[in-house]
Each structure stands twice: as structure tokens, then as C-alpha cells.
């Protein structure tokens, strides 16, 4: 058969799933690719960034999940990015040295391990403000766009806001058109074409979570009681995000601090998680390969929909970790089963979801205090 002629499959062979590898990427493996990298021509942007890419990734796309693109930048002193926007949003994670970030007519002072959240089509730029390399991690929804064929990145002539095309001031068109016609008893509705050239925006700004201010509220998630059977961590929440609880439309970045010798069950879900240990040690049974890990290493820790815990040995461990799960939220497909083997799957989002002892704690006076 040509392959013009072969464009049809039976279902059963084009659904079936292969899930990604865990997969871990050493700190001194990405600390010496960009020390190389530092002594070479920035690209046209003016940055100097090496992308991860997962071995069972697209060459050309890359990603450390599929869909979540992981890049670490590296950035002299004194030096800058040059201003550009992506149709991306973006994560950032600044490792070590100090920066300033300018966008949107703002600008930040930001040193190490302070995070920020550049949104959509925002241009922004980077300049080392310090006396020694600064180094940070990006993650981005870019491997999405690229899988889809429409990602987008382009220079821009400063950092403030480009203006809208927008009829500010004007009545808007979908207004007029008017709110279309609901066609039975099952809600079906029917709009006119102006609502999907102008649907409600929300607005969307950059947020910076300085650690100097996240830094005084982990004791508390350390110190939870230790009956809690819930996860010690604070997510870093941007209310753009509303009800999907995101720091970007696609993901949430969460700061868990864990307590030695502690554990996480078995557990899976639709959202893929990355998890960057910033201190302690520990592996991880991801559907039956341990992976160990230290301060610095950064790991795919689980594919999505592969049974994955955690075990921390004898530090008290910082694992900053990126889920894709607003964006799982938006699209309805957020399955997640607490307790394996039997545990109920449930679609998070659409139906009520799990719950902790939070509340058996409490009737017994042993409410966990977080501040
Ligand atoms: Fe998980």
C-alpha cells in the first residue's frame, strides 16, 4: 500500500500509549555544559541556555516531559538578554548569582533561588547585576507549542507592554451580535463568530516569589505534625490561574521541604512532574526503576501516568517541583488514583477530589499549623 493511501488506521493501533522513562540529569552534567557553553557566542537573543532533551523526546523539540520544555541559562556579569517575547509563559528559577529583570515597565532586583513568572507575549530581558556568573532554570510550555507546530518567539524593541490592537473605549462587537440562542434542555448553545475573536481575557501579570519571603513560611511546613498524611510543600500560586491553582496556565511550581527518613506512597497521575532537588538526598521507585538523587540533580521523577514515590534519607530536603497540571485542569483530563493498586481514579477538576486527615487531625487536637 502507497503511503497516500495508508491514512487510516484501526483505533486500537493508533491509541495505544508509551509512556516516557523517568529520566535524571545530574547537576554537574548541566553545571558543565554551561560553563562550556559560557565561553561561547550568545544566540540572537543574547542568551547563553542549553536545553534538556529526553531521550525518548523529539530531536527537534526536545523537553524533559513531553510538553515541558527545561532550560538552565547562564549569564556573565554584566552582560544582558536582549528584549523578546514568546507565546510561551514561563518559570524561572534563579540558582545562583544576582539579576535584574525588566518587563512590563517593571523591574526587579533578584538573587539566589528567587523565582518569577513571565506570562504570554510579555518581552522581557535579563542583565547580571552581579560580580559573578548567574545561573538559572526555565521551564516553559514551548515544547507543547513546538509539538503543535506553533511556537512563537520573536525580538521586541524594549521591555514595556506592546500596545493591543484592541477597541478600547468601543462597545464590543460580540455585544452587539448579542448572546446567541440556547438550543434545548441539555444547555447546548448556539454564539456568534464574535465571541471567539474576543473572548473575556484575564489579566495576566509578571509575579516574583523572592525566597527572603517564602524562606520564613517552610519551618512551618517542615514542623506539620508528623500523623499530617498530606505533602509538606507550599505551592507558588498565581491567581491568574484561578481555580487550576496554577504559577503559569500550564503549571504549578510548589517548594516542598521534607522531612529525613520520610516517604511519599505510591501513587500516579495524568500531570507530569519534574522535580530539581535543591538540598538533601533520596530516591525515587518510578514504575520499578529507583532513581537516586542529590542536591543539584533535576528529574523527570514521574511520566504521567506511572506509579512514582518518594523516599528522603538523612537531610531535610528542598525539592522545588513543575507539574503540568492547570493545564491538565483545562482540558478535563487530570486523572489521578491516590492509593495504589485499588484506589479510585478520579478526574481532578471536574469532581470533588481527594482529601488528607486534615480533618481527623483536628478532631483529635492535633491540628497542623502552618504560617
Ligand atoms: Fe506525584
Not at 525566597?211 to 491567581?239: A, I, Q
Not at 488514583?337 to 480533618?359: D, K, R, V
Request: aromatic share 8%; proline share 6%; glycine share 10%.
Amino acid at each position: 500500500m502507497d503511503q497516500a493511501s495508508n491514512v487510516l488506521f484501526r483505533s486500537e493501533g493508533v491509541r495505544r500509549l508509551e509512556q516516557w522513562r523517568p529520566f535524571l540529569v545530574k547537576g554537574e552534567q548541566w553545571q558543565v555544559g554551561l560553563d562550556a557553553i559560557a565561553r561561547e557566542p550568545a544566540d540572537v537573543y543574547g542568551r547563553r541556555e542549553l536545553l534538556i532533551r529526553h531521550a525518548d523526546s523529539e530531536p527537534s523539540i526536545g523537553g524533559l516531559a513531553p510538553g515541558i520544555e527545561v532550560r538552565f541559562g547562564t549569564l556573565a556579569p554584566g552582560h544582558a538578554t536582549l528584549p523578546c517575547r514568546t507565546n510561551a509563559s514561563e518559570f524561572f528559577l534563579l540558582i545562583d548569582g544576582g539579576i535584574e529583570l525588566d518587563s512590563d515597565g517593571g523591574n526587579y532586583a533578584l538573587g539566589k533561588r528567587d523565582a518569577w513568572v513571565i506570562p504570554a507575549m510579555r518581552s522581557h530581558a535579563l542583565r547580571n547585576t552581579g560580580s559573578a556568573a548567574a545561573r538559572y532554570v526555565c521551564y516553559s510550555n514551548a515544547a507543547m507549542l513546538k509539538y503543535m507546530r506553533v511556537f512563537f518567539e520573536q525580538a521586541c524593541p524594549s521591555t514595556q507592554r506592546m500596545a493591543a490592537a484592541g477597541l478600547n473605549g468601543f462597545t464590543r462587537a460580540r455585544d452587539i451580535a448579542g448572546p446567541g440562542h440556547q438550543l434545548n434542555e441539555t444547555g447546548a448553545r448556539i454564539l456568534p463568530y464574535e465571541y471567539l475573536v474576543d473572548p473575556d481575557s484575564v489579566e495576566s501579570r509578571v509575579l516574583v516569589w523572592r525566597w527572603g519571603e517564602l524562606l520564613p513560611h517552610l519551618p512551618s511546613v517542615l514542623n506539620l505534625h508528623p500523623d499530617y498524611d498530606g505533602r509538606t510543600l507550599w505551592v507558588l500560586y498565581n491567581p491568574a490561574t484561578g481555580r487550576r491553582v496554577g504559577t503559569t496556565p500550564s503549571f504549578f511550581a510548589s517548594m516542598a521541604c521534607a522531612k529525613p527518613m520520610s516517604s511519599t506512597a505510591s501513587h500516579r497521575h495524568a500531570s507530569a512532574a519534574i522535580n530539581f532537588i535543591l538540598e538533601g538526598t533520596g530516591h525515587s521507585l518510578v514504575d520499578g526503576e529507583r532513581m537516586d538523587w542529590t542536591a543539584g540533580d533535576i528529574m523527570l521523577s514521574a511520566p504521567g501516568w506511572l506509579a512514582h514515590s518518594h523516599h528522603f534519607h538523612d537531610d531535610v530536603c528542598v525539592v522545588l517541583t513543575v507539574q503540568d497540571h492547570p493545564l491538565h485542569i483545562a482540558t478535563e483530563s487530570l486523572i489521578w488514583q491516590e492509593q495504589l493498586p485499588a484506589g479510585p481514579i478520579l478526574n481532578l477538576g471536574t469532581q470533588t477530589g481527594f482529601s488528607t486527615n486534615l480533618a481527623s487531625l483536628v478532631g483529635a487536637g492535633k491540628k497542623p499549623e502552618r504560617e
